[in-house]
């Protein structure tokens, strides 16, 4: 006698259906570029984190938090050029202000390209009041 329901269709388990589904998409996401970030924040924080994920808001948002708060060295050859010691890839936003500061004197302010002055006057705002103490 047959058991009401839906036919099955696959040999396998339910359970192995979900594994080997789950595997696939970790390999998708692998290829794309996806990695998976576990966080601890507090409830409020994630309450909000949530909301901007479902409204599709979350990426983008935070993406943009974490350009105003880390530098990518190399993408400022005059930075790369003070940090020429570091390992680091990133650095805090302030740090960068702050190498800057202190290394001025081997800055070429000519050799400054349009991407890096645009940094050099938003670290300025956000960490100097709008002063480089050089």
Avoid: C
Wanted: hydrophobic share 40%; aromatic share 6%; proline share 4%.
């Amino acid at each position: 006698m047959r058991k009401p329901g839906r036919p099955k269709t696959s040999k396998l388990t339910r359970a192995e259906q979900l594994r080997r589904a789950k595997r696939r998409q970790r390999v998708r996401q692998r290829a794309a570029g996806i990695v998976h970030v576990q966080l601890a924040v507090p409830r409020e924080l994630a309450e909000k984190m949530a909301v901007a994920r479902r409204a599709g808001l979350l990426t983008q948002s935070l993406g943009e938090a974490l350009d105003r708060t880390v530098i990518r060295v190399h993408d400022y050859p005059q930075l790369a050029d003070l940090a020429w010691n570091r390992d680091d890839e990133f650095i805090p936003a302030r740090e960068a202000f702050q190498l800057y500061e202190r290394n001025w004197r081997f800055v070429d302010a000519n050799a400054l390209v349009p991407g890096e002055r645009r940094l050099l006057e938003r670290l300025k705002a956000q960490f100097g009041g709008g002063v480089m103490n050089a």
